[in-house]
C-alpha cells in the first residue's frame, strides 16, 4: 500500500501545524544566532498557563514539556535574550510550588521546567531571581527535606530546591535568630541545612552540582563559618581518605566532596580559609588524583589546588605586570594625542615600582608544581584549568618567582613531550601573555616556541595529532596581539604574520585555519603592522578558509603575490607537506607548489627542485611520493613559464636538474621501489612525473629513458589485477595519461606524424593484450588505444575497431561483443552464467566505459 502525503482524518489540522513547526524550527536553526528577541512569549506564557490543565493528560503533559524544551534550545546559543522574561517564567512557575494546594505531580513538572530555563541560561544568572526573604527559608528547607533522593523521576526539583536553598541562605540575619530562645530539642536550622547538603554531596543525579553550590554558599557565610567550616572540612577530608577513585561509589562521592571543597575556598574569605588550606592540600596529596582515570576528578583536583594555592597567597594586583593603554577610551585618546611613548616605558616599571618582598609560603611551590603537572594531562579541559591556575597564581608572585613559573611552561616545549604538554603550554603562554604576565623581555623565547608550535605535527599510526597544539599557538598569537603594544611585536612581525599566512592556507584542519586567520586579522587590526594585511585578510577569510583545495591552489596563489610570503610559504610544503602522512595533502601541496614556481621561479629553480631530488630516494614512503609529485609539478611549470616568457629551458632547469629528473625512474625501479608496500603509489606518482616531463618536451627523444618509462606504462597496465581496489581507478587513469603524452613527445617523426615502426609495434602489443583472460587487464589497455592521440591511429583504425570476437587482434568489434555478452549475462539472457549480478554488472560497466574511451577517441 502507498504511504500517502495527506494526514490522517481525525486529525488534519494537527499534522499541518507540526509540518508548520517543523518548518519554522529549521527556519531558525538555518538563521544561527541572528535571533532578536524572545519571538515565543505570548506562547510561552500561555503554555506555562495551562500546566494545571494538562497535568491529567499523560499525552498533552509530555508535549507541552517536549514544546517547551524546543522553544528554549532555539536560545542556547543568544541565551541573553531570556533575560527579560526570566522574572515572569520564575515567578509564575514558583507559584505552583508554593501553592499548597498545588498537587506534587503539578510542583515537580514546574520544576522540570524551571530546570530547563536554568540548562539554557546558567544556573548563576538565574540563580539571582530566585526568592530569598527570611520567610522562604523554612519553606524551602522543608520542601527540600520532604524529597525523595532516590525518586529518579524527579530529580530535577532536588536539584531547583537546592539552588533556590542555596539563595535564601544568603540573608543578612544569623540563623540562630530563625530558631528561636525555646528549640525543645529541635535541629537547629543551620544543622538542618547543613545535613540536608551533605547528604547530598554523594547522590548520583544532578543535584550533587547543586549541593557543592549550598555547601559553600552556606559555610562561608560568617555566622556558619564560625562554628561549621572546621568540621565540614574535617569530615570532607574524611570522606576522600576513605575513598578510591577505582570504584563507581567512590567517583561519584570523590566528585561532590572535589566541588564543595573547590567552591568553598572560591567563594570564602582568605582569613577564614587560610588556617585549613595546609591540611586540605596536604590530604588532597595523599588521594593521588593524577593517577586516576576520571577526567571530572583530575580538573577538580586541579582547581582545588589552584584555589589552595590562591588562598596562601595575598590577593593584590601586581604592580610589575605589562600594561597595554588604558580601561577608559577618553585616557587612550588623550594619551594618542600626546607624543608617543617610549617603548617599554609602562612594562618595564619594576625598578621604581617595586612590589616589595613578601614571604611567599613553600606550599606554593607544591601548587605550582602539581600545576604544571596539570598542564601535561592527556584531556583538555584539566590542561585549561591548569592554564587559568597558572595565570592567576602568576599574578600574585613577585617578579622574580612569577619569571621562573613562566620559564618553567617553556620547558613544556620538548619534543621529548607529548602534543598533550605542548597544548598546555600554549593555553598557559596564552593567560600569562592575556593577564600582562609576560614581560616583553621573555618574547625573544617565547615567539620561536610559538612559531614551532604553529606548525606541530606529529605521527601516530595512520593518523597524526598536534591539531590542538597548532590551534592553541593560534590563541596564543591572537591574545599576544590584544596584550603588546605594537613596538613590542615589531621585531617578530614578520615571523609570525608568515606562519599565521602558512597555518591559516596549509593546515589539513580547518578549524586550525579559521583560528590562524581570525588570529591574523586581530594582529592587523591592533598591530597594525603586519604586511598586506588587509589584502591577505580579504582573500584569506573565515569563509574562504573553510574549503581545502581552494587554500591551497586558488588563496595561496593570491597570497604570494606579496613577497614578503612567497617564500616561506613554499618552503613550508617542501619541508611539512610534501612528506605529510595523508596522500590529499602530498598532493595538494605539489599542485600549490606548481602555482607558487611561477611566483618565485628562480628560487623554484635554484633551491626547491635540488631538495626536492634528494627527497626522491628517501627510505620514507610519504616524503619520496611527495618529492616525486612536486617535481613533476613544479619542473612542468617552469617550463610553461619558460615557453611563455620565450626563453630556453635551460634557464630554470640546469643539466643536473634535467639528469636528476631523468634518472628518478631507473633508481626507483634499481631498489625494486614498485612492489610491495607503497608500490602502488609510487607508481601512479611516476606515472604523474613521466605525463608532466612529456609536456614539458623535455630533450630525452631517442634516450633509453623513454623506452623505460613506457615500460613502466605497460606494466602497470598488465597489474592492475593485483592493485587493490580504491587505488585501481586512480593508477589506470595516470598511466593512461603518461601514455599519451609519451606518444605526443617522443614517437612523432614530423610534428602531427607518427613514427611508423613504433605505432606499429605498440598498437599491435596493445591488441594483443585484449586478449588477456583478466578483465582489469583488459580495461587498462582499451583505455590506453581510446587515449591514444589522434594522429597515433592514423591508418590503424581498421585494425583497432576490428570485429572479430575473441579472435587474434580483437579490437572494437570484439570488445563490443563481451560488452554485450557481459549486459546479457547480467540479466541472466545467457544460460550457466556463474558471476553474481553484482559482479557482472561492474563488469559491464567497465567495458562499456573501456568502449566508450576508443570511440571517442581524439
Known sequence: MALSEEPAPGAPAD????????????AALARGAALESFGESAETRELLGRLPAVLGDRAAREGALERFRVIMDKYQEQPHLLDPHLEWMLNLLLGFARDKTSPAELVHLAFKFLYIITKVRGYKTFLRLFPHEVADVQPVLDMCASQNPKDHETWETRYMLLLWLSMTCLVPFDFSRLDGHHRCGRVSTMDRILQIAESY?????????????????????????????????????????????????????????????????????????????????????????????QTLLRKLGVKLVQRLGLTFLRPRVAKWRYRRGCRSLAANLQLCAQSPR????????????????????????????????????????????????????????????????????LDCFSFQETDGAWHGGCLALAELGRRGLLLPSRLSDVVPVILKALTYEEKRGACSVGANVRD???????????????????????????????????????????????????????????????????????????????????????????????????????????????????????????????????????????????????????TRHGAVLACAEVARSLCALAEQQGRPTSDFLDEKVVQGLKQIHQQLYDRQLYRGLGGELMRRAVCILIENLSLSKMPFRGDAVVGAWQQLVDDTLRSLPLVSSPSRQQIKDAAVSALAALCDAYYTREPGEADPAVQEELISRYLAQLQSPEEMTRCGFALALGALPRFFLKGQLQRVGGPQPGGAGMGVGGLAWETKHVTASWVGGIPGNQHSVQENRDRGVRSRRALESLVNAP
Request: glycine share 6%; charged share 25%.
Open 201 to 293: 554531596l554523594v547522590v548520583s543525579d544532578k543535584a550533587r552540582d547543586a549541593a557543592a553550590v549550598l555547601v559553600s554558599k552556606f559555610v562561608t557565610r560568617p555566622d556558619v563559618g564560625r562554628e561549621k567550616m572546621a568540621g565540614l572540612l574535617d569530615r570532607s577530608l574524611c570522606t576522600l581518605a576513605r575513598c578510591s577513585f577505582r570504584t563507581i561509589e567512590g567517583v561519584i562521592t570523590m566528585d561532590g566532596t572535589l566541588q564543595a571543597l573547590a567552591q568553598i575556598f572560591k567563594h570564602g574569605k582568605r582569613e577564614d580559609c587560610l588556617p585549613h588550606a595546609a591540611t586540605v592540600l596536604q590530604r588532597l596529596d595523599a588521594c593521588r588524583l593524577p593517577e586516576s582515570n
Open 342 to 409: 617610549e617603548p617599554g616605558t609602562q612594562a618595564e616599571t619594576l625598578d621604581s615600582d617595586s612590589d616589595g618582598e613578601d614571604d611567599v609560603p613553600e606550599e606554593v611551590e607544591s601548587v605550582i608544581g602539581q600545576l604544571l603537572v596539570g598542564l601535561k594531562d592527556k584531556d583538555t579541559i584539566v590542561r585549561w584549568s591548569a592554564a587559568k591556575g597558572i595565570g592567576r597564581m602568576a599574578g600574585r608572585l613577585p617578579r622574580e618567582l612569577a619569571d621562573d613559573v613562566a620559564g618553567s611552561v
Open 15 to 26: 499534522a499541518a501545524e507540526d509540518r508548520a513547526e517543523d518548518a519554522a524550527e529549521d
Open 472 to 622: 592553541a599557538a593560534c590563541y596564543v598569537c591572537w591574545a599576544f596581539a590584544r596584550a603588546y603594544e605594537p613596538q613590542e611585536l615589531r621585531p617578530f612581525v614578520a615571523a609570525i604574520s608568515s606562519a599565521l599566512v602558512v597555518t591559516a592556507v596549509f593546515d589539513r584542519d580547518v578549524n586550525c585555519r579559521r583560528a590562524a586567520s581570525a588570529a591574523f586579522q586581530e594582529n592587523v587590526g591592533r598591530q597594525g603592522a603586519f604586511p598586506h594585511g588587509i589584502d591577505v585578510l580579504t582573500a584569506a577569510d573565515y569563509f574562504a578558509v573553510g574549503n581545502r583545495a581552494n587554500c591551497f591552489l586558488v588563496v595561496s596563489m593570491f597570497i604570494a603575490g606579496f613577497p614578503e610570503y612567497t617564500q616561506p610559504m613554499i618552503e613550508h610544503l617542501v619541508a611539512m607537506k610534501i612528506n605529510h602522512w595523508d596522500g590529499v595533502i602530498r598532493e595538494l601541496s605539489a599542485k600549490a607548489l606548481r602555482n607558487l614556481a611561477q611566483r618565485a621561479p628562480e628560487h623554484s629553480a635554484r633551491d626547491v627542485l635540488p631538495r626536492l631530488l634528494s627527497l626522491t630516494q628517501s627510505p620514507d614512503l610519504h
